[in-house]
């Protein structure tokens, strides 16, 4: 049976896919050159300057160049380095009068794809180009199957071919036939959030309302009356009498995000409602029947949490009766390019660009990354460079300071300073916080420490230090971002 996949070479489209890069400061050479490949049925970019030519691969626009030994500025092996250091995978055909094996030796042990003695033979030059276009001809249909792969491998919007998140589609699928709670627990940015959302899809009141929370975002007395509503003048502010999210989601799904934040009195009003499915309006005595589903989420320990005596125990075992784990990105590093077309693809759309990939360092750049803000950082990074990116690919300039300097060649810290320990979680708090887009809930959730103590650290870094400092805790008065 014939398979679409299967089908011969299509060498015209892999010819126009190839375009050569004719590297010769000599200008004749250039020009006899180009009518050669030309006549190959290629059409070859031209150019006597080297650095030109890197851009050209830099950017992703050739794929192949040929290059001459000898010429100004830079010779062939020094643009074979340089160009192979952007883009590992380029093919680089070296190009010389002074043809000896041991040269053609050395520009292969290089990573040269060929060395050709000139003046070139045309049946050899022919056979190399061809076997290169076979090959990324090859490579395109190897993507194009990816791209199917990627509509497959999609589970409500989540992007995950990885083993552990095929459990977590896996198990999220059951549950959500016959859960009445459910927590998921992971880092920030694992995808918590889409799994609720997903799950409330899939489940049966899939027709009725979500309502989400996130718990950590309000002060106590304004999430009690954003979860059970409120009568009128029940307290300053409250002009009117309004129902609360669970009676507004009654018979559908509520979603607790961060439930972990919650204070004591709070989690002791959540017990009620996953014990007697009942609420109380604030100011009301009156006792309200609610129906509803509910997913929790938090980035905490919650078992520490209750040891720590900060969150009830009846309530931890309520909640956590079934549990899905969300794991890190670095605990699934293979999801990355999956994650990475994916956002491409969202971005190229919602900006109206067409960046077709990440160079390669670009691309070895990200799997080494630490990813401490896990998928949501790993959005925000590609979403920023297919801002700022001119060219189809992404390169490294276009990626956060903090991942440019990752690369294997400054494996050893060419950037290290001798900081202090001060210096260093000042430096890091920074980090997070631009990586958070200057979210201090969430930097604070990333970082794993309270809001109150972030707001005490940056002011500790300021100008305010010896005010902050003498009288205990500093008061927050910074707004709260809600997300
Ligand atoms: N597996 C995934 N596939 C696609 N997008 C994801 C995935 N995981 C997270 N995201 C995206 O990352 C961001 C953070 O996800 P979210 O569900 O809010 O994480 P959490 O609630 O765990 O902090 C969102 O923009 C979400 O769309
Ligand atoms: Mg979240």
Redesign the pocket.
Known sequence: MAHAYLKPVQTGAAKSSLTPCILDDDPAQLEMLAELVSSMGYEPVLTSNPAEALKLVQYGRCRLVLADVHMPGMDGYQFLDQALHCDPGLHVIIMTGEYTLDSALEAVRRGATDFLPKPIDRARLKRTLDDVAALYDQRRRVRELEEQLLKDLEFH????KSPV?LEVFDFARKVARHYTNVLLI?A????????ARAIHQISPVSQQKLAVCNCSALVDTLLESQLFGHLRGSFTGATDTRPGLFEFANNGTVFL?EVGETSLPMQAKLLRVIQNREIQRVGSPEVRQINVRLIA?T?RDLRAEVLAGRFREDLYYRLCSIQIR?PSLTERLE?IPL?VQ?FLKKYNDAYGKTISGLTRRAQAVLLQHAWPG???EL?NVISSACITTGGDFIDLADLPEGLQHRGPRNADGDDWRPLSLEEMRKAHIHRILDMCQGNRLRAAQVLGIGRTSLYRYLKDGSEEKLKATKFGQATVSAPIVLS
Do not use: P, S
């Not at 919007?157 to 995950?160: A, K, L, R």
């Not at 920030?188 to 799994?195: F, N």
């Open positions: 919007g989540i992007v995950g998140m992971g920030t940015g694992t995808g918590k959030e889409l799994v995000d989420a980035n969300l999801d994650l994916f896990n998928v949501r959005e």
